[in-house]
């Protein structure tokens, strides 16, 4: 996507560790929305941050917004196996009635 | 129990044959949405569909057509489908363009 990439394509830790992905934009957005693919699955919104907010959060799941640097994050504390997925930023831009999602980083969490 | 159904789950298809792919959500989402994904390219819109008979291409409509007669089921069209469009194939809805997208299961095309 020209609008939205996660800075890593991969991500591989153990169980318990925190994790973060980090997704950067090239122009003005309103929210970023973080999804979710588990293997065989379509992707499933897990949380989402609005460009007024700078952090949010929502269990183990932290997201961060930077308006300044066009860039969010997506934080897990004390992955748990089930976390083991990919991982996808989507972003909105205006004048465009939808949203431009990221490469997505794969993240597996080991036991 | 609010969701996007996809129909089939797995197709196999000869180049040149016809193929729909058809696509079901219950919720009455104004919005629906048709992506490709492979690997290494992430999701890529193939068609945006506002309303019945409101469809719009989205950035690799090449290849494809839609319709959408009601509100709640929106088809991909390939006619003569061709080798390069084997891959899986997402239908979405959102409740108007811009809110939070429900992504269907998925359709896994082979086209031989």
């Given at each position: ?39 065989g ?71 | ?5 996809q129909m089939p789950r797995y197709l196999i298809k000869r180049m040149g044959e016809n193929v729909l792919l058809e696509c ?12 490709r994904q492979d690997p ?23 290849g494809y ?10 088809s991909l069209i390939l006619d003569s489908a061709k080798t390069n469009q084997t891959s899986v194939y997402f ?13 269907g299961s998925g359709t896994r095309l082979l086209v031989i």
């Open positions: 996507s020209q609008w939205g990439e996660e800075n890593l394509q991969a991500l591989s830790i153990q169980e318990g560790e925190d994790v973060t992905m980090n997704c950067s934009y090239k122009t003005y957005t309103t929210v970023v929305h973080w999804y979710r693919q588990d293997s699955r379509g992707p499933a919104l897990i949380i989402l941050i609005r460009s007024n907010e700078r952090e949010k959060r929502s269990g183990r799941l932290r997201a961060t917004l930077d308006t300044s640097s066009q860039s969010s994050s997506l934080s897990i504390t004390a992955a748990q196996c089930e976390d083991t997925a990919v991982y996808f930023c989507a972003t909105d831009f205006p004048g465009y009635q939808n949203f431009y999602f990221g490469k997505g980083t794969s993240l597996t969490v080991i036991p | 129990d609010m969701k996007v159904t079901g959500q219950d919720m009455s989402h104004e919005t629906m949405y048709w992506y290494g390219l992430g999701l890529q819109l193939i068609y945006i569909s506002y309303d019945v008979d409101s469809n719009s291409e989205g950035d690799i409509p090449k057509r839609v319709s959408r007669k009601k509100r709640e089921h929106f239908c979405a809805s959102s409740l108007w363009a811009n809110s939070d997208y429900t992504f």
